[in-house]
């Protein structure tokens, strides 16, 4: 695989090139946008802040094949127009600022999954420092969706952070078991189970469990929800998710999927979606436990979809 990494700042650039050289790809970068037309030629990805994504669109819009990844220092919002513009780029990585470099293991994973096309959902281990402490939390039915809400914000309350964390974590964890309990399950002839009444109690089959886990390293927490159907589609994540932060009406289309999709964006640094089709739908929510609430409410955000 090759990447061409546009990039304005030189160190940045230089660490990225690095980052994509040491899964096995090479790399190019490039800092005048002037030169990306000519340097693409043999590309596979092409990688730039979302400052520059008119330039990329236009490039992917040239080039079949090719695939686009953002990097931004800003709200998401921006970003999320061209994921909605474009089905070749789906991952959005936030950065501290201008200066900073995206995170190193958010880039290695997408240069390592990209070369992969897109290879093997990663465990919860890949988002966490070795020594981490993780759980395994049982959810087979409406009742133990919400002891297992209580057990996440338990989980999160005992790591001394603000009492807000723990809420906000506790409310994604109920959402994404929201749509694994009642969205996702599908009978033999594909139509949906139980999002018709979601206030009803169910019971999952064995068949039809959701996996819940969470996970900390002390430095940063993990979410993971995984249902056994891969029926989320990529429009109901950046559409609904693009409206809901414009201000506009999310999606209902899917129960609660647009709702949820913005309790995922205000309790995460980092979404990653992974959906195998007809084989699993996994949700994975990161939180940086370092950065004060202030902080989080303003920094730039990753978002990332794999399909396969």
């Not at 057990?151 to 694994?180: T, Y």
């Not at 195998?276 to 902080?295: I, K, P, Q, S």
Request: net charge neutral; glycine share 8%; proline share 4%.
């Amino acid at each position: 695989m090759h990447a061409v990494i546009l990039e304005r700042n030189k160190l940045v650039a230089r660490k990225v090139a690095r980052l994509f050289t040491s899964t096995g790809a090479t790399a190019l970068a490039v800092e005048d946008p002037a030169l990306v037309t000519s340097c693409i030629g043999n590309a596979d990805v092409l990688c730039a802040d979302t400052f520059d994504a008119d330039l990329v669109v236009e490039q992917l819009r040239a080039k079949p094949g090719l695939r686009g990844v953002l990097w931004t220092a800003e709200p998401l919002r921006r970003s999320l127009k061209y994921l909605v513009e474009s089905n070749a780029i789906d991952h959005v990585l936030g950065r501290k600022d201008f200066e900073s470099t995206p995170r190193a293991w958010e880039v290695v994973m997408v240069a390592r999954r990209l070369a992969a096309n897109p290879g093997i959902s990663p465990p919860l281990a890949a988002y966490l420092d070795w020594g981490f402490t993780s759980v395994e939390l049982d959810v087979r039915s409406t009742s133990d969706r919400d002891v297992a809400v209580s057990k996440i914000a338990e989980f999160v309350g005992s790591l001394s952070v603000p009492k807000r964390i723990a809420e906000m974590f506790s409310e994604l964890g109920h959402e994404l078991l929201m749509n694994a309990l009642y969205d996702a399950p599908i009978d033999q002839h594909g139509r949906p189970k139980y999002a018709g009444d979601r206030k009803a109690d169910v019971t999952l089959e064995d068949s039809e469990r959701p996996t819940v886990k969470l996970g900390t390293d002390g430095t940063r927490l993990v979410l993971q929800v995984r249902d056994p159907f891969g029926r989320l589609e990529r429009k109901h994540v950046f559409d609904g998710l693009a409206r809901g932060l414009s201000g506009g009406e999310m999606d209902q289309s899917r129960g609660g999927a647009g709702l949820g999709m913005m309790v995922c964006h205000n309790a995460s640094s980092a979404m990653l979606f992974d959906v195998a089709r007809g084989r699993h739908t996994e949700v994975t929510a990161m939180f940086e436990l370092d950065m004060n609430l202030r902080e989080f409410r303003t920094q730039a955000k990753s978002l990332h979809f794999w399909s396969h």
